[in-house]
């Protein structure tokens, strides 16, 4: 199976410390078989948005998704009160490490229950991987 994965960042090399919709860019990779390949970077132009609207709002769900619209999994050390919203359309999973670099080596080790909670369909929960 190919899944499209995105690592939250504001630098390209390390994973943010504040909620998934938060990061600058979102760092879109192709996990399949044959292994890993980075793809894009998807630029979350509204990751400050307007600051009167709290954490939560769908509005801030809406704009995350337009940035991760290619996207199958969502990887970063937290997520906000947006998870539901996002688990309907994405498999989020929490990995407390880093460096993106690390986040890849802990998905790899998990492939199999990462693939298999995706496959939920808007039933998947989101997964808390150790590294």
Known sequence: MVLLVAFCTDD????INEHAGQARYFDIYEF???GTEFLER???SKYKGDETIKHG???KAQATM??????HVLVNKMF???????????????????????AI????????RVEEEYQKG???KHLVLEP
């Open 12 to 15: 390209g090399t390390n994973m």
């Open 32 to 34: 399949s078989d044959k």
């Open 42 to 44: 998807s630029d979350n």
């Open 57 to 59: 709002d769908p509005k």
């Open 66 to 71: 337009e940035a991760l619209k290619r996207a």
């Open 80 to 102: 906000g009160p947006n998870l539901p919203r996002l688990l309907k359309k994405l498999l989020c999973v929490v990995v407390r490490t880093d460096k993106i670099t690390d």
């Open 105 to 112: 080596d802990v998905l790899k080790k998990n492939w199999a």
């Open 122 to 124: 808007e039933s998947r």
